[in-house]
């Protein structure tokens, strides 16, 4: 299929672009790295009237690694990037892990971390890792300027986020990983390069028997990225593995999908979570 007609407008600069989506609202979408937009487009999934492309605003694509307090990556840095940048790897090993798991290469040099967050897809890596890492989302519009939010209050919703129309995604900011950080990243997909059926992204301080701001941000089983809490709080105050597993089943409500019933994806978060804690260096049959 083709897309229905739509006017195609290339930001010329930061100003222009909020410009147009001021003008234009709902009626226009951001084109970034175009691997979820371009498809969207073909199937009519969506039919803007102004497609805004945003790969020449080149402020946008910096990789900023003396920002106060960690790494502040601009929209329009790619997948790719992340995968290979040596000083992402030691101050946020997490993205560094989760990257490679990212479709296929041709997708990873187009596609980017801004458009990532703004789609929100519930089984991609980037939102699911920004939660874990409790990273901070920053937005600008011409009506209210520049806000940030946090990225647990920024994925409202199966591909809804508290991104208003007339907003371009900036970029997003991740805490530098401390010395005693430690970070896990796997998924369960039917092929590599797929999105994931279910995967985990956990991020904690500490170390077996002593954990602090222990993280599990499940994907692939609900609307948006899902945050085991319950779980999690089992875990620091050191239950028996088992009671924390109860506590994951009890608070995950996966949706089938066209290849896993719901039991299912609970069972494989349920593996995923026994991965995470072993590799972390905790006992799993102890306290
Ligand atoms: C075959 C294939 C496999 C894939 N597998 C995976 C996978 O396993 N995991 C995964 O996470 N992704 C996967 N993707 C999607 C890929 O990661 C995309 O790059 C990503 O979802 C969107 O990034 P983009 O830069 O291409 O955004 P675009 O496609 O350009 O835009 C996506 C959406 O975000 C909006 N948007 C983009 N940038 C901004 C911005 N700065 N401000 C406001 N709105 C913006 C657009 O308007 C659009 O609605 C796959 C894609 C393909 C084609």
Redesign the pocket.
């Known amino acids: 299929m083709k897309p229905a007609p739509f006017a195609y407008v290339r930001a010329e600069s930061f100003e222009h672009a909020l410009d147009v989506l001021a003008e234009h609202g709902d009626d226009a979408?951001?084109?970034?790295?175009?691997?979820?937009?371009?498809?969207m487009l073909n199937l009519r999934l969506v039919q803007p009237a102004v497609v805004l492309d945003?790969n020449a605003l080149h402020a946008l694509s910096t990789i900023d690694t003396h920002a106060e307090g960690g790494l502040r990556l601009g929209?329009l840095v790619r997948?790719r990037e992340i995968a290979i940048h040596p000083v992402i790897a030691t101050r946020a090993p997490l993205l560094r892990a989760a990257a490679p798991w990212?479709?296929?290469p041709a997708?990873r040099h187009?596609?980017?971390l801004?458009?990532?967050l703004?789609?929100g897809?519930p089984a991609?890596?980037?939102p699911a890792c920004a939660v874990a890492l409790d990273a901070t989302i920053r937005l600008a519009s011409r009506a209210r300027g520049e806000r940030c939010v946090a990225a647990s209050a920024f994925f409202q919703g199966l591909y809804q986020s508290d991104?208003r129309a007339d907003e371009?995604?900036v970029g997003c900011e991740f805490p530098r990983a401390s010395d005693d950080s430690v970070f896990f990243f796997r998924e369960l997909a039917r092929r590599h390069?797929?999105?994931a059926s279910v995967g985990l992204a956990v991020s904690a301080r500490g170390r077996p028997g002593a954990w602090q701001d222990l993280r599990l941000v499940f994907f692939g089983v609900g609307d948006t990225p899902v945050s085991a809490t319950a779980c999690s709080a089992a875990l620091i105050a050191g239950d028996a593995f088992a009671d924390a597993q109860t506590r994951l089943e009890a608070e995950l409500e996966p949706r089938a999908d066209l290849w896993f019933s719901a039991p299912a994806k609970r069972h494989l978060a349920v593996q995923l979570l026994r991965d995470a804690w072993r590799d972390l260096g905790n006992p799993i049959g102890g306290t």
Do not use: C, F, K, N
């Not at 979408?29 to 498809?39: I, T």
């Open positions: 979408l951001v084109l970034a790295g175009g691997q979820s937009l371009v498809p945003i929209a997948h990212i479709a296929h997708v187009r596609g980017t801004g458009g990532s703004a789609l897809d991609a890596e980037w991104r371009l995604l390069g797929d999105y």
